[in-house]
């Protein structure tokens, strides 16, 4: 069991879930078709619901009390989980280190890939459909929207796998034993980042040829009532390939091309003016209907962890975020773990207030953040204090930053920024090992480790002995 192979059996299931598990999508009802109907007879309806479906499975774990946002939560010094039943919560996730061969440790690995593999079957799909069927103009708007959700897939495995790396050549046809199923290579954390780069480039330039509109329907994750804040039109998902791209750039510190990706045509939605929204942007979305997926981080085991007052606080004044996202609880809804000193009695009811509440993919506020950095570090640091301030004063009500701060100083302050302002969506770990700054994160017990990375999943290290990357572990 490995990548190409795991992605076969799990991209069926996409395929075969679309009429009970598509959110708010209105899907129409296949009779459920197969990966071989997609393959072998592709139409402009079936690759319609294969692109829902390929929505549908880069929501996948996301928001599970066991998905990405909460073990990255766990990992950053965000947020614990008291599970009783299972102790891994603690022991590996914040006590030891990350095992490849466990639900933990060998995470966020086969679900993207699976995707990735949707992606590939989709634009292989597209080029035996006709024109006459499916236009030009709407095979690119398809591209386009393809390599978009792959990049964000990709971009998942690499931020929780970092330097053991990640496998990009994942287009290789499926082979039925005993034949040999070729595997593509592990490669190092900077060549996956040039894919993801050049599947967003590559993807911004199809949406713009793809003036004709998307053939298939998007969630309410990517519009709302007004129809000025949509991200469901070739040039509006253009806005969003952009944002995505400004948080990659600035991930390999290219620093010029976040600012060219936030304000250059075609350009983000960024928007730092007076009236801007800090919220516009786009989420994943969950819901009580029968077959849909709830939003797991309302998990009554989940509590913040108990830094996020202490800190909130370093100012004099109570940062209004904290105030916004987390309930300060009585002992009596505490949560602590025997035997241990974790306690907590922070819950994050600002943020997930219900099974129904939105997760966020990126947003407006997270984009003035990542204008901030880049001003920063290309030498216009009094623009880059005054958009910080935006986001300080606006988003916590907090005093205005003042002086010329060093580089320390200004990684000091945007860290704190962004983990109030994108407090529990999944980014403090990432930012404090992107800024080397690991080692900021307080451990709870001296004992305990900081797991810099995960290591990669067993059953992909069992189809490859002697991989080096596997001998790789999570510290």
């Not at 190092?188 to 329907?217: H, Q, S, W």
């Not at 010029?256 to 936030?262: F, H, I, Q, R, T």
């Not at 975020?321 to 002992?331: A, E, M, N, P």
């Not at 949560?335 to 943020?351: A, H, K, Q, Y």
Request: charge should be negative; glycine fraction near 8%.
């Amino acid at each position: 069991m490995h990548t190409i192979r795991l992605a076969s059996f799990a991209l069926a299931g996409v395929l075969g879930s679309l009429a009970v598990a598509a959110c708010d999508f209105d899907v129409p009802d296949l009779n459920n078709p197969s990966l071989t109907d997609l393959e072998n007879d592709p139409n402009a309806v079936r690759i319609g619901a294969a692109c829902t479906g390929l929505l549908i499975g880069n929501r996948s774990n996301k928001a599970a009390p066991n998905g990405l946002v909460s073990q990255l939560g766990i990992l950053g010094r965000e947020s614990y989980n008291f599970d009783t039943a299972d102790p891994r919560y603690v022991g590996e996730l914040l006590g030891g280190t990350l095992n490849k061969g466990s639900p933990f440790g060998g995470n966020f690995w086969t679900a993207p890939y699976a995707n990735i593999r949707l992606a590939n079957v989709i634009l292989h799909a597209l080029d035996k459909v006709s024109t006459g069927e499916l236009s030009d103009a709407k095979k690119q708007a398809v591209r386009g929207f393809v390599h978009t959700i792959e990049a964000l897939d990709l971009l998942e495995v690499i931020v929780t796998h970092d330097t053991n790396g990640a496998v990009i050549d994942t287009d290789q046809p499926i082979v039925e034993p005993p034949a040999i199923q070729p595997l593509g290579a592990i490669v190092a954390k900077d060549a996956v980042y040039t894919e993801i780069i050049r599947l967003l480039d590559n993807g911004v330039k199809e949406l713009g040829d793809g003036k004709e509109g998307f053939p298939f329907v998007f969630s309410s994750g990517y519009h709302n009532d007004d129809a000025k804040l949509t991200f469901d039109t070739p040039p509006t998902f253009q806005t969003f390939n952009r944002a995505i791209r400004a948080r990659v750039a600035a991930y390999v510190k290219d620093y010029p091309g976040v600012l060219s990706a936030l304000s250059a045509p075609p350009m983000s939605f960024l928007d730092d003016s007076a009236t801007a929204d800090f919220n516009r942007g786009v989420y994943y979305v969950y819901s009580t209907k029968t077959g849909d997926a709830v939003n797991g981080l309302i998990n009554p085991n989940i509590y913040g962890h108990r830094s996020l007052q202490d800190d909130a606080m370093m100012t004099g004044t109570m940062d209004a975020r904290f105030s916004r996202k987390v309930r300060i609880v009585g002992d009596d809804e505490a949560g602590s773990v025997t035997g241990t000193p974790l306690m907590s009695n922070l819950r994050f009811e600002g943020i997930y207030p219900s099974p129904e509440s939105r997760v966020t993919v990126i947003r407006n506020e997270e984009l003035l953040l990542l204008k901030a950095e880049a001003l920063f570090f290309t030498g216009k640091v009094p623009e880059a204090v005054t958009e910080l301030n935006i986001v300080r004063t606006r988003s916590g009500n907090l005093p205005l930053l003042e002086g010329t701060p060093s580089t320390a100083e200004f990684v000091t302050d945007l860290l704190y920024e962004r983990r109030y302002s994108l407090m529990f969506e999944g980014h403090r770990w990432i930012d404090a090992r992107r800024f080397d700054r690991l080692n900021d994160l307080p451990l709870d017990d001296p004992t305990y480790k900081r797991n810099v990375r995960y290591p990669i999943p067993l059953p992909e290290c069992n189809a490859r002995p002697g991989e080096p990357a596997c001998e790789l572990g999570s510290i």
